[in-house]
């Protein structure tokens, strides 16, 4: 030792200092934060552009940094909020997750990115990864404030999976443990919808009453009290149908050849009328034209913004598209449907199939008989009718049935074709029928098959052409005439 230059010894005060030297911020940490905050101005005053070359600078020159994670939520967020881009996003959520899962940020990207993956899904077998992602939030992060959200989509992917005592118990922990948050109302409305799913109604109807009392300014309690109306009405009290003469009340004569019906998301009603070759979408008392001119269409839809479609032999002509869009060898539309995926299901009176058209641009077929019309239903999938087979099929998201009805079964006479198909979204059918020994009128079905009211038009006293109709939100049904040029509404 004592033949050491004095060069090479370390003094001890020197020795005692290294691990504070070890352990001091990097040299770049004040440069991360001031990249941070400045891209943060430039974001509070729209300054994109800016804001983003800034964070892109952060990312670049400090990447180790506490603001790293910031930045690739707050990049993520951006690609979903603003530039309207999802697919965009998920580079800097599979970043975030990947290289800074154990930072605070990582449960609100990981929250982001189940929700991307489920939007994306197009069947149940999809939503795989993003079960994985929510899991992981409730695992990783249980005391973090996203875990309300994470239950609640949960919940909602195993109820789309079919995992009903799963979801419910997810929809549970969601209002239980998360009092006050605005998950509360949402998660009741699922679980009271659930319970629904599960054949227990009493449960159902004690929810959505608890909902209306415990959050009744909440969106979710308006659509609980149509529920409970709809389910009490049919399920419950099943009074005999009654016409109830034209409607609006008094107004006759008043439209030019009504042919298709649908309910937009508001619940205001869409009227097609063929000698005008548009749709009007009937708000209070005025006949409101919405969309483009769109002849000969054969289906009537809201589309899953509030936009509407219609469907031609020509294509699908959609409110917020350019132009229409073709549907390949379709040319005799008999029907169609938007399921809970964001798919749209057509049906062709001269094709034995279904076809499946995604928003991505993509289509499928799927073995099925011919289909004279087609409804959605609220588990995912649709019900079709078959009328050479005499049979209403309830298809899954995968085009499987899950329940087949025989057109005659729980009725006096059977009927022989149906010309129409509704859903009201709490799981009901109801069908315009004719032919056989029921004749021409309508039938309503429950969500497992059963035949819950049904009555003739000639015993309901109505003379006409009635070629469509819908399920609105007090448990009524509407129809148009249009060999009278007028709205019927049953009740």
């Given at each position: 030792?004592?033949?050491?230059?004095?060069?090479?010894?370390?003094?001890?005060?020197?020795?005692?200092?290294?691990?504070?030297?070890?352990?001091?911020?990097?040299?770049?940490?004040?440069?991360?934060?001031?990249?941070?905050?400045?891209?943060?101005?430039?974001?509070?005053?729209?300054?994109?552009?800016?804001?983003?070359?800034?964070?892109?600078?952060?990312?670049?020159?400090?990447?180790?940094?506490?603001?790293?994670?910031?930045?690739?939520?707050?990049?993520?967020?951006?690609?979903?909020?603003?530039?309207?881009?999802?697919?965009?996003?998920?580079?800097?959520?599979?970043?975030?997750?990947?290289?800074?899962?154990?930072?605070?940020?990582?449960?609100?990207?990981?929250?982001?990115?189940?929700?991307?993956?489920?939007?994306?899904?197009?069947?149940?077998?999809?939503?795989?990864?993003?079960?994985?992602?929510?899991?992981?939030?409730?695992?990783?992060?249980?005391?973090?404030?996203?875990?309300?959200?994470?239950?609640?989509?949960?919940?909602?992917?195993?109820?789309?999976?079919?995992?009903?005592?799963?979801?419910?118990?997810?929809?549970?922990?969601?209002?239980?443990?998360?009092?006050?948050?605005?998950?509360?109302?949402?998660?009741?409305?699922?679980?009271?919808?659930?319970?629904?799913?599960?054949?227990?109604?009493?449960?159902?109807?004690?929810?959505?009453?608890?909902?209306?009392?415990?959050?009744?300014?909440?969106?979710?309690?308006?659509?609980a009290a149509w529920h409970m109306a709809a389910l009490v009405k049919h399920r419950l009290q099943k009074?005999?149908?009654?016409?109830?003469?034209?409607?609006?009340?008094?107004?006759?004569?008043?439209?030019?050849?009504?042919?298709?019906?649908?309910?937009?998301?508001?619940?205001?009603?869409?009227?097609?009328?063929?000698?005008?070759?548009?749709?009007?979408?009937?708000?209070?008392?005025?006949?409101?034209?919405?969309?483009?001119?769109?002849?000969?269409?054969?289906?009537?839809?809201?589309?899953?913004?509030?936009?509407?479609?219609?469907?031609?032999?020509?294509?699908?002509?959609?409110?917020?598209?350019?132009?229409?869009?073709?549907?390949?060898?379709?040319?005799?539309?008999?029907?169609?449907?938007?399921?809970?995926?964001?798919?749209?299901?057509?049906?062709?009176?001269?094709?034995?199939?279904?076809?499946?058209?995604?928003?991505?641009?993509?289509?499928?077929?799927?073995?099925?008989?011919?289909?004279?019309?087609?409804?959605?239903?609220?588990?995912?999938?649709?019900?079709?009718?078959?009328?050479?087979?005499?049979?209403?099929?309830?298809?899954?998201?995968?085009?499987?049935?899950?329940?087949?009805?025989?057109?005659?079964?729980?009725?006096?006479?059977?009927?022989?074709?149906?010309?129409?198909?509704?859903?009201?979204?709490?799981?009901?059918?109801?069908?315009?029928?004719?032919?056989?020994?029921?004749?021409?009128?309508?039938?309503?079905?429950?969500?497992?098959?059963?035949?819950?009211?049904?009555?003739?038009?000639?015993?309901?006293?109505?003379?006409?052409?009635?070629?469509?109709?819908?399920?609105?939100?007090?448990?009524?049904?509407?129809?148009?005439?249009?060999?009278?040029?007028?709205?019927?509404?049953?009740?």
């Amino acid at each position: 030792m004592h033949g050491l230059s004095p060069w090479f010894r370390r003094p001890a005060a020197l020795l005692c200092v290294l691990p504070v030297l070890a352990q001091a911020p990097a040299p770049d940490s004040g440069l991360a934060e001031r990249l941070y905050r400045s891209g943060e101005r430039a974001y509070a005053s729209k300054a994109y552009k800016e804001a983003l070359d800034t964070w892109g600078q952060l990312l670049q020159s400090s990447p180790r940094s506490e603001f790293a994670p910031r930045v690739l939520l707050r990049l993520a967020q951006h690609q979903v909020d603003i530039e309207r881009k999802p697919e965009a996003a998920m580079p800097y959520l599979d970043r975030l997750r990947g290289e800074y899962i154990k930072s605070p940020e990582a449960a609100d990207g990981l929250l982001l990115r189940g929700i991307l993956l489920a939007r994306q899904a197009r069947r149940p077998a999809e939503l795989k990864d993003a079960v994985a992602d929510f899991n992981r939030v409730l695992d990783l992060f249980p005391d973090a404030a996203t875990c309300a959200e994470a239950r609640l989509q949960l919940g909602r992917a195993w109820r789309d999976q079919g995992q009903w005592g799963r979801a419910l118990q997810q929809f549970i922990d969601a209002f239980r443990l998360h009092a006050g948050s605005t998950v509360v109302a949402p998660a009741m409305f699922e679980a009271a919808s659930t319970l629904d799913l599960m054949g227990d109604l009493p449960g159902c109807l004690r929810m959505l009453q608890r909902l209306r009392i415990e959050t009744p300014q909440a969106p979710e309690a308006k659509e609980a009290a149509w529920h409970m109306a709809a389910l009490v009405k049919h399920r419950l009290q099943k009074p005999p149908l009654r016409n109830t003469g034209a409607w609006p009340a008094g107004r006759v004569k008043w439209l030019k050849t009504p042919t298709l019906l649908a309910l937009a998301q508001d619940g205001e009603l869409l009227i097609f009328q063929n000698d005008l070759d548009r749709v009007f979408r009937l708000h209070g008392e005025d006949l409101v034209p919405q969309g483009p001119a769109a002849p000969g269409t054969r289906a009537l839809l809201a589309g899953p913004t509030g936009t509407l479609w219609m469907l031609s032999k020509n294509g699908l002509v959609r409110e917020d598209a350019p132009a229409v869009l073709p549907l390949g060898t379709l040319g005799a539309i008999s029907g169609a449907a938007l399921d809970r995926w964001g798919n749209l299901w057509v049906a062709d009176a001269k094709t034995p199939a279904l076809t499946l058209f995604t928003p991505e641009g993509g289509s499928r077929t799927m073995a099925s008989p011919t289909a004279s019309a087609l409804a959605s239903l609220p588990t995912g999938g649709v019900v079709i009718s078959a009328d050479a087979d005499r049979k209403l099929l309830f298809l899954d998201a995968d085009g499987q049935p899950r329940i087949v009805v025989p057109y005659g079964k729980d009725l006096p006479a059977p009927f022989r074709t149906v010309t129409a198909l509704s859903t009201d979204g709490v799981g009901h059918i109801a069908a315009l029928v004719d032919g056989g020994e029921f004749g021409e009128g309508v039938v309503i079905y429950g969500p497992d098959g059963t035949v819950l009211r049904h009555a003739t038009f000639k015993a309901l006293g109505i003379s006409g052409r009635i070629t469509s109709l819908v399920m609105d939100r007090s448990g009524g049904l509407i129809l148009c005439d249009r060999r009278n040029d007028l709205l019927i509404r049953l009740n």
